[in-house]
């Protein structure tokens, strides 16, 4: 790559969203650069539906796991099994998981850079000029700048490129994650399933989310999130491993990192700049789920940056926030309204495990996770579900 090298396309950032948007265009044959921070692993449980394999040409051995099934655990340490009939909950580990996705990208014609974004200019002749510091490269050295027609942010929830391109890029709410990876004991605790995912639904794990402890083979994640300022993360994951005789297990790695909690009003500057992923708020409310939204947000914005790229008109960026809307927003909306009610303190949280014991509830749950939309052809579950759900909010049925 020589200096002040022209692109179609930058990409910025190398999760899942930035290199499926690196992918998807330069096995369209444009000019495209994939720009990451090496070494960056995003703490996250790693689930991913069957939909996100069949969509995105997911290979199985990168699955770590397959879960069968959730236990849902209440407060008052209530359980309650959420099987999955008929389907399956894929695993990735998001350091192998990620790098695949970027390798994939180079080697379809991507032109792939580990290095830290500084900034971007506007230029005369409608292009983008990007700074960044190539990994490993003095201070001393000045940063490379390259030009893109088009940008694509897909750098985090606190995106650099947002703050820099998109007023009000900096002021995305967000439940901060934490989880440690450690090794599978040979002889795992009492009640432990390696085909089951555990959900903890506690104040004093998460006062505003739930805790976890997802299974990866050799592996597992044990982590937890919250919005609450001042909370111990650290604690909060140190009390579950007590709690489910995981303390002394072998930690591998720790991570933390910022989840956003709803999708940004604007996704494009209105010129050429557009993000995706974390950095466009595209993770589910209420379940914290954002790989396969990432995705498929790094899809559309694949699509709508080849169509400014061929027509130089920059309203197609508008498209890939609207086509996501128009797909996920319901979900998204109800989820939310879950997660503001059913979070809100221990006792809700009570209520909601019990609901979840329902078999309307996990049928059309796993139902909507697996395919990713709202499940239509059931709806005289969904009026039991209704009626169930009014119960519980107005206290006729007891937690």
Known sequence: MRQGETFDVAVIGG?????????????????????????RIKPCGGAIPPKLVEDFGIPGDLLCARIGGARIVSPRNRSVDMPIEGGYVGMVDRDVFDEWLRRRAAANGAERV?????????????????????????PEVPPVTIRARAVIGADGANSAVARAAMPGGERVPFVFAYHE??????APPAGYDPRRCDVYYNGRMSPDFYSWIFPHGTTMSIGTGSAQKGFSLKGAVSELRTLTGLDGAETIRREGAPIPLRPLKRWDDGRNVLLAGDAAGVVAPASGEGIYYAMLGGRLAAEAAEEFCRSG???????????????????????????????????????????????????????????????????????????????????????
């Open 313 to 399: 008109d920059a309203r197609a960026l508008a498209t890939a926030r609207r086509r996501f809307l128009r797909l996920h927003g319901p979900v998204f909306w109800i989820l939310g309204i879950m997660q503001k009610y059913w979070y809100r303190n221990d006792e809700r949280r009570e209520r909601f495990v019990r609901i979840c014991n329902d078999r309307d509830v996990q049928t059309l749950t796993w139902d909507a996770y697996m395919n990713k939309e709202l499940v239509k052809a059931r709806p005289v579950a969904h009026v039991r579900i209704f009626f169930k759900n009014l119960a519980h909010l107005t206290g006729i049925v007891p937690a």
């Open 114 to 138: 580990a290095g830290t974004f500084e900034r971007l200019e506007r230029c005369d002749d409608g292009t983008t000029s990007i700074a960044f510091r190539p990994k490993g490269a003095s």
């Open 181 to 186: 990876i450690v090794r599978t004991p040979a």
């Open 15 to 39: 999760g899942p969203a930035g290199a499926t948007a690196a992918n998807d265009l330069a096995r369209r044959g444009l000019a495209v650069l994939l720009l990451d921070k090496a070494g």
